[in-house]
């Protein structure tokens, strides 16, 4: 049976970047869950969707045929036989995502898809409900947090460096405390720390630091410690 390693945490955290680093170390495969609600919204903006109206997104979101395939050492997305690319990360899908994962719909599709994607191995998935909705059993789930302000310099350095956008620290921060309240107040699968994750703040910790807590935790875990 495959192992899961299940993330949590708000926006900024270093989830991806802490999942992509233990995946390579452990040859679990990388899934984004978030990926797949921005390949939702895209798909409901391109066809003329009200994203705010819930109806017509799960409406529309019953259509969407999305394929999982392992590649890289990661879960890639097909849309029509070809990977979203960056279409999925601009500012646009960024400011409707939140309203379209809200949506109960999406997020059963989504949970379905992020479920079969044991049959490619062990993977390490992080999002916003995986410890407490997706895969609520594994005995690896975490917890990934941070200040606000350590979060927001890492973001406001990640969007610099894809060059998608050029905003403010203040301006960054607003927009992740924005999020977390979006999240954390949604009705359906809202983010918060599950009973038993271990919760790993990482507000002074190197990415090297949480990789390696996590690691180790997890061959305690499975007995593969050394």
Known sequence: ??????????????????????????GFLHVDSGALYRIMTWQCLKRGVDVDDPAEVARE????????????????????GEEPGDRIRTPEISANSSKVAAVKEVRDIVTGLLRSMTAHGDIIVEGRDITTAVFP???????????AEARSRRRQKENADKGIANETADAVKAALLARDTMDSKRKYAPLRKADGVVE?????????????????????AWGTAS
């Open 137 to 147: 059993d594994t005995p690896c789930r975490f917890y990934l947090t941070a200040s």
């Open 61 to 80: 979101a019953a259509k969407i045929a999305i394929e999982c395939r392992a590649v890289g050492g990661r879960i890639a997305y097909f849309v029509d």
């Open 1 to 26: 049976m495959a192992r899961v390693i299940a993330i949590d945490g708000p926006s900024g955290a270093g989830k991806s970047s802490v999942s992509r680093i233990v995946g390579e170390k452990l």
């Open 200 to 220: 790993i703040d990482s507000s002074d910790m190197t990415i090297d630091e949480v990789v390696a807590e996590i690691v180790k935790l997890c061959g305690n």
